[in-house]
């Protein structure tokens, strides 16, 4: 569908491009609210008016304020419609539909074939009668027939549409990053510090701010159930979809594409509990049934290891939901062998991301046991884990991680102090500074954004306080 490329690439060229923000005109976006409020509602033009939503999410900047409630909740409601159909089923349904077209097809062939036949025969017989005009029309089976692949277009319409509406969704969830230049500028940890504490803080009532989702977006999330769908989002793919699709070649690629929704709706849901309140998500046990759901579809794939995408999205989602469990005093409910088993598997993965995510994960798990009694063979083991990984991991921004993490497990508690000194946390840490700060100085300009540049500085400031503090606590421990 002609359209559906220029909404695609209309889409594209409107995201972050204010210069051409100034030349839209009115009568255009009331061109695109028209069909993005279309009521067609053919597969195809599902998509179509994703896209178009997509795009006008993109102008937000040069929508009246007076509108902009409005508009925010038209975009949801339809990103909502979308999110609302089963692609599993129709995935079903739509190869069904395919095998009975193609088989009434070939009937109609055979009908057609033996009408020609037939034909044939009286023409034979026509030439004996010299005053009777012979008249022979040719047929062709294609001229009656549909395309060939209409089903699995329209299939794969939907899939995208709801690729799509996923990511427009994450897209409502996050800003721009400071600029290069801007972080530049920030000599030290403590104007970095100053640089963010701000940006927290500016909610100016516009569309969209730093971790801030503004009303009308808040209010259209819950309206709509957004959270609710995208959840339902994050499971497998309908294994009976995946298997007829593994058995036809034309099919076969649309098993990619409904892992990549799942993918999608688990980085989706890593933003919502970063910006939802708990009550908005269904408070303390619905995260804990979120949190086993989570692990019981890690868990259930014993290769999980080899899908880097989805584990670079779960783990995602599991930092960010453990995170909030954490801070406002929710069991969680991993267990150790569970932790580590995600963690030893995730280490040796060759996405940075996922490394930093299952680091990330070990920490926030650490720092709730430190708080507990009889944890201290669990926390011993979680320190030599992250020790390993901060002294000889490649990427400075993994160590980064898995430093931050050692300094959340062992700041506080009596099990944590026990552990550090049983390990010899402080040696090994005393040891490997000068290593840090001496890779920081050669490999930080040509390898590491200006950003992690800010955060590994920050690091290696921590690193030095949190040495001091170790020595206060093996002083105090064994004397």
């Known amino acids: 569908m002609c359209c559906g490329i220029y909404a695609y690439c209309l889409q594209t060229v409107t995201e972050d491009n204010p210069e051409l923000l100034k030349s839209f005109s009115a009568p255009g976006l009331h061109v695109l609210e028209s069909a993005m409020l279309s009521p067609v509602s053919s597969m195809e033009y599902i998509l179509l008016k994703t896209l178009v939503a997509g795009t006008i999410w ?13 508009i925010i909740n038209a975009i949801l409601k339809v990103l909502s419609d979308v999110l609302d159909l089963d692609t599993g089923e129709t995935v079903i349904r739509m190869q069904e539909a395919e095998k009975q077209r193609l088989e009434s097809a070939a009937e109609t062939e055979d009908v057609l074939e033996s009408t020609s036949r037939d ?11 010299p005053h009777k005009r012979k008249v022979r029309r040719k047929t062709f089976v294609s001229d009656l027939l549909p395309s060939t692949d209409k089903e699995l277009r329209e299939t794969i319409a939907l899939l995208t549409a709801q690729q799509t509406a996923l990511e427009i969704i994450v897209n409502m969830c996050c800003t721009e990053d400071p600029s290069d230049d801007e972080w530049e500028e920030l000599s030290s940890s403590d104007e970095s510090d100053a640089f963010m504490e701000n940006s927290f803080s500016e909610c100016g009532g516009r569309l969209l701010s730093p971790l801030c989702l503004s009303h009308e977006v808040h209010t259209a999330f ?23 699709c593994s058995r036809s070649p034309t099919w076969k690629s649309l098993i990619r594409k409904m892992n990549t929704i799942q993918c ?24 804990q049934t979120l949190a086993q759901h989570l692990s019981q579809l890690l868990f259930s794939q014993p290769d999980f290891a080899e899908h880097v995408d989805f584990l670079e999205a779960i783990s995602s989602a599991l930092r960010a939901l453990l995170q909030t469990m954490a801070s406002k005093n929710i069991s969680q409910c991993m267990t150790p ?11 040796h993965s060759g996405n940075t991301g996922v490394r930093v995510n299952v680091v990330s994960i070990l920490g926030i798990t650490g720092s709730v046991l430190a708080k507990e ?27 980064g991680e898995a430093l931050d993490a050692l300094f959340d497990v062992f700041a506080d508690g009596k099990e944590a102090e026990r552990a550090s000194v049983q390990i010899k946390l402080l040696s090994a840490l005393k ?22 540049l800010c955060v590994l500085d ?9 040495v001091a503090y170790q020595e206060t606590v093996e002083k105090r421990l064994t004397t």
């Open 58 to 70: 993109n102008l937000k900047d040069i929508i009246p304020s007076k509108s902009q409630a409005e």
């Open 119 to 129: 034909a044939l025969m009286e023409d034979d017989e026509m030439e004996e009668i």
């Open 222 to 244: 819950t309206n709509y159930l957004i959270p609710k769908k995208i959840f339902e989002k994050t499971a497998f793919p309908n294994s009976t979809a995946v298997d007829l």
């Open 264 to 287: 999608r709706a688990l980085v989706c849901l890593q933003s919502l509990v970063s910006l939802l309140d708990v009550d908005h998500l269904g408070g303390p046990a619905a995260l």
């Open 337 to 347: 062998n569970q932790l580590m088993t995600l963690c030893t598997a995730g280490i």
């Open 373 to 399: 009694d009889g944890t201290l063979e669990t926390l011993k083991t979680i320190g030599c884990f992250l020790l390993e990984v901060a002294t000889k991991d490649p990427s400075l921004v993994v160590a």
């Open 431 to 452: 040891e490997f500074q000068p290593v840090f700060k001496m890779k920081i100085r050669k490999e930080g300009r040509g390898k590491y954004s200006p950003d992690q």
């Open 458 to 466: 920050n690091v290696k400031m921590n690193l030095r306080r949190f």
